[in-house]
């Protein structure tokens, strides 16, 4: 789980994710933070579409959002609340810790595949950039 040895298989369970967020060669606190990725695509490359889609004033669910970008980047360009879910509480505190000072974008460890949490209809948008491919893993 571990290193550079990456198994697709992993990427349902949290202890991988917790790993990876705690290890200094991908931006955890042992390099002293800081770092993020993105998977697939920048907020530059998905703004015509979320423009265009999604009004800033929509009430919108970040599924993994791990140490993107992307949600401090929409707030950036005027989108109003932003609540963001991670399996990890590793990366949930990094981007606690780091967005401290932006109230518009909220971070809760939650496991995607139990969304019990919140009721129907509480958010106008789900963006969910990363996790197509451990849908498979999870049945």
């Known amino acids: 789980m571990g290193g550079g040895n990456c198994n697709p298989k992993d990427f349902g369970a949290a202890a991988y994710w917790e790993a990876r967020y705690s290890s200094p060669s991908t931006g955890g606190k042992g390099g002293g933070g800081g770092g993020f990725f993105d998977w697939y695509q920048s907020y530059s490359a998905l703004r015509p579409l979320l423009r265009a889609c999604v009004p800033t004033s929509s009430r919108v669910l970040m599924l993994g959002c791990g ?7 929409m707030v950036k360009d005027g989108y109003q609340n932003i609540v963001n879910i991670d399996i990890s509480s590793v ?27 919140f009721g129907d209809g509480s958010f106008d948008c789900i963006i969910d950039k990363g996790n197509f491919g451990c849908y498979d893993v999870w049945r």
């Not at 000072?101 to 460890?109: G, S």
């Open 67 to 73: 140490n993107s970008l992307l949600s401090e980047d």
């Open 91 to 117: 990366v949930i505190e990094q981007m606690k810790e780091k967005h401290m000072d932006i109230p518009r974008l909220t971070y809760m460890q939650l496991d995607v595949r139990d969304m019990s949490f």
